[in-house]
């Protein structure tokens, strides 16, 4: 069973329906005792960091997140809030990977980052099987996490930024996969039945 972790900050029914259309068993919840009943974590996430991360911190879900060992795929900004910190709010993130969230800043690229772009692969992972170099995913962001050795792909947009990234059992897309079409369905299968 998947725990998709309602926490306000989700884009939680798009990714509902990829999970029903893939006949996967899932609950939407902020309980801890039915996320530790599952078998693997989805933090979505649409919406500010700090506001997110004080509501995971009302829910008491930081330490555990932190803490879990059970496969976890953080979406959009539910990848970002896998980092040290964040200069949305200048937040305090779950600190697994040491790096800090920067916003998108140019007098030529359009901000928020909005719409479809394709993704190069630079590093092995099981979210990226049956994924080819160039295919297109759905972005909307206006932070980026910095390309670093946690980074599996990245996209370009006026520089490089980390499309997704995996450190041990954590695994994030800066993507929306559930607003990707076929490609974006690959990804969430693959973290249901690959990670």
């Not at 980092?83 to 920067?102: A, M, Q, Y």
């Not at 030529?108 to 479809?116: D, F």
């Not at 599996?152 to 490089?160: G, I, K, L, Q």
Request: hydrophobic content about 40%; glycine content about 6%; charged content about 20%.
């Amino acid at each position: 069973m998947i725990a998709l972790i309602d926490y306000g900050a989700g884009n939680t029914a798009s990714v509902s329906n990829v999970l029903k259309d893939l006949n996967v068993e899932f609950i939407l919840t902020n309980e801890k005792k039915e996320i530790d009943r599952s078998e693997k974590i989805i933090l979505p996430g649409v919406g500010e960091a700090s506001s997110a991360m004080l509501r995971l911190k009302e829910l008491e879900l930081i330490e555990y997140l932190k803490n879990t060992t059970k496969p976890f795929l953080g979406i959009c900004l539910g990848m970002q809030l896998l980092c040290e910190s964040t200069e949305e709010g200048n937040t305090d993130c779950l600190k697994l990977l040491p790096i800090t969230v920067k916003k998108i800043t140019s007098k030529n690229l359009k901000i928020p980052h909005m719409g479809w772009n394709s993704i190069k692969k630079i590093n092995d992972s099981k979210l990226l099987i049956d994924v080819d170099d160039n295919q297109y995913f759905y972005f909307a962001h206006s932070f980026f996490v910095p390309q670093s050795k946690f980074t599996t792909s990245v996209c370009n947009y006026e520089f490089n930024f980390s499309a997704s990234i995996q450190l041990n059992n954590f695994f994030g897309v800066q993507f929306h996969p559930e607003k990707s079409s076929m490609q974006g369905v690959t990804i969430i299968k693959n973290f249901i039945e690959k990670c």
